[in-house]
Nanobody
C-alpha cells in the first residue's frame, strides 16, 4: 500500500522557520521526484519546490530565498524548511510524488499525494 504522510505542522511564530517532513512507503522512493505544494485559505494550490531522484532541487522563484528541500533515501523521507515565515505562509502543506519531475500545482501530474498538514503562522 502506498503511503505519503506529512508531519510537523502546527503553529509557527512570524519570523520563525517551519520544518515539515514527508514519509513515503509502498513504492520505490529512490526513483521518484518529490514536491511540496501548499494551499492557503481561499486560494488555489501553489507549487513550492521539488527534489529530483538524484538530489537536484528546484524552487519557486517567489520562495527561492527562503526554502530548502532535502531527502533522506535511507529513511524514505524528505523535508521542507521555510524560513522567515509570515502569516501569508499559513496554508495546508502537501507532499506529492512523481516518477517524472514536475513543477506544476496540477494534481494530475503527480502519482501520489499526501493528506496534507496544516501550518498556521501567527503570534
Amino acid at each position: 500500500e502506498v503511503q505519503v504522510v506529512e508531519s510537523g505542522g502546527g503553529l509557527v511564530q512570524p519570523g520563525g522557520s517551519l520544518r515539515l517532513s514527508c514519509a513515503a512507503s509502498g513504492f520505490t522512493f529512490d526513483d521518484y521526484a518529490m514536491s511540496w505544494v501548499r494551499q492557503a485559505p481561499g486560494k488555489g494550490l501553489e507549487w513550492m519546490g521539488a527534489i529530483d531522484y538524484d538530489g537536484s532541487t528546484y524552487y519557486s522563484p517567489s520562495l527561492k530565498s527562503r526554502i530548502s528541500i532535502s531527502r533522506d533515501t535511507s529513511k524514505n523521507q524528505f523535508t521542507l524548511q521555510l524560513r522567515s515565515v509570515t502569516p501569508e505562509d499559513t496554508a495546508v502543506y502537501y507532499c506529492a510524488t512523481s516518477l517524472i519531475l514536475t513543477t506544476t500545482d496540477n494534481r494530475d501530474e503527480y502519482d501520489y499525494w499526501g493528506q496534507g498538514t496544516q501550518v498556521t503562522v501567527s503570534s
